[in-house]
């Protein structure tokens, strides 16, 4: 069993700043790619960053210069740090790693139950 919990929405005014934090725990054997999606009202869940083992990075166009993944293997925690935030940041933000469970093989995905951004303008 693999948990990820989220950590560190809330509401923020426009051009303000927030950091959002998962950890992953429970039965893991390794933990891979570890990423923040997020979903608002009436769209489809978009990825926001990724960010490898090596901490290799990508980023959604609408984010770069903005925001920045970053994560700690020793914690098994990723973070998002959310910088000029603007209305359109506005979602329910998905921490998601690719982990290989203990006694299992293979690797696969795992979801966090979701943190709101709210971004007022």
């Known amino acids: 069993q693999v948990q990820l919990v989220e950590s560190g929405g809330g509401l923020v005014q426009a051009g303000g700043s927030l950091t959002l934090s998962c950890a992953a725990s429970?039965?893991?054997?390794?933990?891979?790619?570890m990423g923040w999606y997020r979903q608002a009202p009436g769209k489809q869940r978009e990825l926001v960053a990724r960010i490898t083992r090596d901490s290799s990075t990508n980023y959604a166009d609408f984010v770069k210069g903005r925001f920045a993944i970053s994560r700690d293997n020793a914690k098994n925690t990723v973070y998002l740090q959310m910088n000029s935030l603007k209305s359109e940041d506005t979602a329910v933000y998905y921490c998601n790693a690719n982990v290989r469970p203990r006694l299992m093989s293979g690797s696969r995905d795992y979801w966090g139950q979701g943190t709101q951004v709210t971004v007022s303008s």
């Open positions: 429970g039965s893991i054997f390794s933990l891979n790619d």
